[in-house]
């Protein structure tokens, strides 16, 4: 009688895992690492090589060599498991140098959880990884996972690229931009975040959301590792926390902690003569300086925003729009020109908001600062720019209309704010004219721009600005190049010209 196929095959499923269990079960009971060297020979003499778990199932390798488990992933291992009584202890935040093997330590502790029975993992729960946004480094963790039992033990797992099924564990790896199932899990036991400084900037927030609300849920360890990325992001934000407040406990792991042991001095040595090694090797952020603007002219108009504060509703006020829907933050500039000198009042950007949310934002900043009298767009979005011009500005919307004028005043050589308060600017036309012009007024003689240092954002899209030969910037290398657009819009309607052998700033529209 032949056996039906399904049947077969829940069978041999079946017997995989009693097999795969059968072959964990070697790995109860074992310590991680033994952390004392003599200790460790013995036992590892007297079990002819079984004395913990890294030793069965073979060490860390690099380049084809294997290393041992290292006294700075001790400190790793210490502050997640060995601390008790604190809220922190189970919250790990890792800045680290590159190449340091950090992920394969937590990897690694995640499978010993999963099979030791040392701590009380239950079965049925969840391990997440969260990776950055691309499905083959979710596959790539998940594959070394596997690897750790693979390549000793000869255990196969028939999982599916992202998930691996431990012990009655499930331990899944999920892109930052795909986490719609990573919200929804029961019981999470043990969260890693992967260079997680390098996630975009709205997942960044996402992610940390979903992540910290499973703490009153299932209280799961939570490890946060990566290399740094760019100021004012996930790491940086974390790491300016105040320490009353920090629900993390926070560990900083430079070059110094691999130096003759997992690095050579003459690899460091050759590491140093590369411009990325601040950010790889020595946990600085990257962009602090930029090449558009001068890091002075930049302090001085800090420096002279400090000085004002207050609103002059009888000052011309101009606002500036990048907008962004989806993938890209939405950032919105508002100044003032009073007394020869151009005051930000506000700057920001917003990730992924909702267009009505945005509109109606644009109409409160309109009301509040009562006198603005245009507002620059980014050309590229017809449609916010009909919107704003029907329910904001109270001005024609059709947009060959608008095309009609924009073709007339540059014909005419005639500024095309005179005709319409709100303005689109096209970029592809524009964009270096626009950047040159920030770049003069910033530099001008005599002080003329303040930003308060409030706008945090704003002050670091202008020191991190990079701008290429041609005058272009580089959005990917800038960071908050969204409310840096807005700025370089918002501008637009202030110019430097000649007067009476001086030059001087003048508004547009009186």
Request: with cysteine; net charge neutral.
């Amino acid at each position: 009688m032949t056996v039906p196929y399904q049947l077969h095959h829940k069978a041999k499923r079946q017997n995989q895992k009693q097999t795969l269990s059968s072959n964990l079960s070697v790995l109860h009971g074992l310590e991680f690492w033994i952390w004392n060297k003599e200790e460790h020979l013995i036992q590892a003499q007297a079990s002819n090589g079984k004395c913990c778990f890294n030793h069965v199932c073979g060490l860390p390798t690099k380049d084809g060599k294997e290393y041992p488990l290292f006294e700075y992933e001790r400190i790793l291992y210490d502050y997640l498991l060995t601390n008790e009584g604190s809220f922190k202890d189970k919250h790990l935040w890792v800045k680290k140098a590159t190449g340091l093997g950090v992920t394969e330590f937590m990897l690694r502790l995640m499978a010993w959880l999963c099979t030791s029975g040392e701590y009380e993992i239950p079965r049925r729960c969840q391990m997440c990884i969260v990776t950055g946004p691309n499905i083959d480094i979710a596959i790539k963790l998940i594959r070394r996972l596997k690897n750790i039992f693979e390549l000793k033990l000869g255990l196969v797992f028939d999982n599916k690229e992202t998930v691996l099924e431990l012990n009655g564990c499930t331990i899944e790896a999920y892109p930052s931009n795909h986490i719609d199932s990573f919200r929804a899990l029961e019981n999470p036991k043990f969260i890693l975040l992967d260079e997680s400084d390098f996630f975009r900037n709205f997942e960044q927030e996402d992610v940390r959301f979903v992540t910290e609300r499973y703490i009153g849920k299932s209280d799961p360890y939570i490890v946060m590792v990566s290399t740094p990325n760019a100021p004012n992001g996930l790491f940086d934000k974390i790491e300016r926390e105040p320490e009353s407040t920090c629900i993390y406990r926070r560990l900083k792991m430079n070059y110094n902690y691999g130096l003759g042991k997992i690095y050579t001095k003459e690899e460091i040595a050759r590491a140093k003569k590369s411009p990325s090694f601040g950010r790889e090797y020595d946990l600085q952020y990257p962009g602090l300086i930029g090449n558009t603007f001068h890091t002075a002219d930049i302090e001085r108009a800090i420096a002279l925003g400090k000085k004002f504060k207050s609103i002059n509703k009888y000052a011309q006020q101009s606002m500036g729009i990048d907008p962004g829907f989806g993938s890209s933050p939405f950032g919105i500039v508002v100044v003032q020109f009073s007394d020869g000198i151009l005051q930000v009042l506000y700057a920001d950007e917003f990730e992924r908001p909702r267009y009505e949310d945005v509109i109606n934002k644009i109409g409160e900043l309109y009301q509040e600062f009562t006198n603005i009298k245009n507002i620059f767009v980014d050309a590229a979005n017809p449609e916010l720019i009909s919107s704003l011009k029907r329910k904001v500005a109270n001005e024609r919307d059709k947009w060959n209309y608008v095309q009609e004028k924009m073709a007339y005043c540059k014909k005419n050589k005639v500024d095309i704010n005179r005709y319409m308060k709100v303005v689109p600017i096209p970029f592809s036309t524009e964009g270096k004219n626009m950047l040159t012009h920030t770049k003069e007024l910033l530099e001008f003689e005599e002080p003329i721009l303040a930003i308060n240092p409030k706008f945090e954002k704003l002050t670091t899209s202008l020191r991190t600005a990079i701008s290429d030969d041609m005058g272009k910037l580089d959005k990917d290398a800038t960071s908050y190049d969204n409310v840096l657009d807005a700025f370089r819009l918002s501008l637009q309607m202030f110019k430097l010209k000649e007067k009476e052998r001086d030059t001087v700033l003048y508004a547009t529209i009186e």
